[in-house]
Structure formats: structure tokens, C-alpha cells
């Protein structure tokens, strides 16, 4: 090469151009329930990254199957699109949760979705207990929770959003959080919660719940309980909310549906976990006269 002169490089000829691969994962998780001899089993599965399925394990003689659904990855970035397609057939019975919390992380543009659809056949029953979301500082999050009840199915739904990572000092700094919740029963009547949320704007901002650090909804849904059993189950869940008012700001109420409907403010994790405990056991014991869970997730 000469001095002072400038080599360019030859184009290389039939070189395909690179593909730039889009932001975010998109992960599915289907799963079918089914009861078989007396005992509830998972009938079919299939799920891709990030998404990992643990066997389900029996705690009782009850046949009920007690599931976790894992993600190995720790959480959701920017541009993650996340699914879950679960359905419980006739007279199953089915408990969900998750051995750690949901962490979404901050995001420059991208928001992560997770989509949630949950079919409940006749006569069976979901509880439905996922660990709380945590948004980080800076995180943009899109979450729907969609349930469809058959005739006489149960669904018992806790879903619960922490302000952020308190032990980092941030409380209610993620940038969006939209959230979906709909029930619908076998007569075509709904439940809905739906709301937006971005704490930089008078428009989205979160209001009373800024004095706490843990938001969090329980529903429980089945149109052929009495409503003298929802009564019941509506005074017993007020008085448990009375008895941890120090530290848990909750209410309960009947929902247009046949069930109750419960929201929760809480100051810390333990005292949401508590709280959670306690409203489940009374549920528990209500409906169908069944001891709370020891259930350990590790």
C-alpha cells in the first residue's frame, strides 16, 4: 500500500445480508388439565424458552395438582412477549404459583408483555396464586389476565404489584404499568379491572396507593355458589382485613358476578404474604371445607 493512500475493501459478491433479530423473546406455555382415576394430571404440555414446567405435586388426598411455573431467566426485558394458555377440564383441580417474583427490568423503548389466558371447565376449580410482580426503575410493562368459566367453575385469582425494589430506593419510578384482569362466567357476565399506570404523569399517577409499597387484587368467582355462602365469605374476609388494618389497607365486595372481590394495600412483602395466607385459608375453608396449604417452594 502506497503511503498516504486509503485501502478499501473489495465487496464480497452472493454474501446474503444479516438479519438484525428482533428485541425480546416470545415465550409460550400451553398446558391442559384433566381428571384421571381421582387425581388431577397434566394432559398436555408445551412451552419454549424462557418458560420451564415442574412437575405437579400432591400435598393431599384431594387429588388437587399443585404446580409451579418457572422462568430460569430471573425475569422480563424490553420487547419480551410472554404467553400462557391454560385450560382445566371437568371436575379438575388445579393450584398454580411460581418459586420467586416476577421481575420486569428497565426498558429504553420496548415494552414487556405478558398475556395470560385461563379456561375453567365445569365443575373444576383454579387457584390461581402467582408470586408479586416487581417493576424496576425505568421498566415498561403490559400484563392481561383473561379467565372463562364453564357452569359451576371456581377461580380463585391473586394478582399483586410491588412499587419497585424498595432495598434500591426505588418506589413507583418504573415508566408504565398497564394491567388486564377479566373474568367472565358461563352466563356471559364479567369482571373487569383494568388500569394505567405511569407515575410521571397526573394522568397516570397511582394516587393513595403512593404511601404503600405492595397493590394487590383476590377474586374469587363461581356462579353456582349460594349468596348466602358469598355473604359469609364476604363478613369473615372483613374481619381478617380488620384484624391486620396496622399494616394491610384492604376492602371487600360482592362483584356484579356471583363471588367477592377483594383489594389490598400493604407495606411490606411479609405483610402482603400474610394477608394472602389468611384470606386463602378462609376461602379455603369456605367453599370446600379444605385446611390451608403448606406449600414449599424450594
Same mark, same amino acid.
Given at each position: ?5 486509503? &485501502? ?44 420451564? $414446567? $415442574? ?19 430471573? @425475569? ?6 410472554? &404467553? ?21 427490568? *428497565? ?13 375453567? @371447565? ?42 419497585? *425494589? ?21 352466563? @356471559?357476565?364479567? $369482571?373487569?379491572?383494568?388500569?394505567a399506570l405511569d407515575p410521571a404523569t397526573n394522568?397516570?399517577?397511582? @394516587? ?24 359469609? $365469605? ?65
Open positions: 500500500m502506497i503511503a498516504g493512500s486509503v &485501502s478499501v475493501p473489495r465487496k464480497r459478491k452472493n454474501v446474503p445480508a444479516v438479519l438484525t433479530e428482533p428485541v425480546g423473546r416470545v415465550g409460550r406455555l400451553q398446558l391442559e388439565y384433566a381428571k384421571r382415576d381421582g387425581r388431577t394430571i397434566i394432559a398436555r404440555s408445551h412451552c419454549t424458552t424462557p418458560w420451564h $414446567l $415442574l412437575p405437579p405435586i400432591y400435598l393431599d388426598d384431594t387429588g388437587a395438582a399443585y404446580t409451579l411455573l418457572v422462568n430460569p431467566s430471573g @425475569g422480563l426485558v424490553g420487547g419480551d412477549r410472554l &404467553s400462557i394458555d391454560m385450560s382445566v377440564e371437568e371436575g379438575a383441580h388445579v393450584l398454580i404459583s411460581a418459586p420467586s417474583a416476577n421481575r420486569v427490568y *428497565r426498558s429504553e423503548g420496548e415494552v414487556s408483555v405478558q398475556d395470560i389466558t385461563l379456561t375453567v @371447565g365445569p365443575g373444576a376449580v383454579l387457584e390461581w396464586l402467582p408470586e408479586q410482580t416487581i417493576p424496576f426503575a425505568g421498566s415498561r410493562f403490559k400484563q392481561t389476565i383473561h379467565a372463562t368459566l364453564a357452569p359451576g367453575a371456581t377461580i380463585l385469582l391473586w394478582d399483586a404489584i410491588a412499587s419497585g *425494589r424498595m432495598a434500591r430506593g426505588e418506589r413507583w419510578a418504573f415508566a408504565t404499568l398497564e394491567n388486564d384482569i377479566r373474568i367472565t362466567t358461563a352466563s @356471559g357476565a364479567a $369482571l373487569v379491572e383494568r388500569y394522568l397516570g399517577a397511582v @394516587g393513595l396507593a403512593a404511601d404503600w409499597d405492595y397493590v394487590a387484587s383476590l377474586y374469587v368467582v363461581n356462579d353456582v355458589v349460594t349468596p348466602e355462602v358469598w355473604s359469609r $365469605l364476604e363478613t369473615r374476609i372483613g374481619l381478617a382485613l380488620d384484624e391486620e388494618a396496622e399494616h394491610v389497607l384492604g376492602g371487600v365486595s360482592q362483584p356484579a358476578v356471583p363471588g367477592v372481590a377483594v383489594k389490598l394495600l400493604a407495606k411490606s412483602a411479609p405483610d402482603l404474604t400474610r394477608i394472602l395466607d389468611v384470606l386463602w385459608a378462609v376461602v379455603r375453608a369456605e367453599l370446600w371445607s379444605l385446611p390451608p396449604v403448606a406449600w414449599r417452594k424450594y
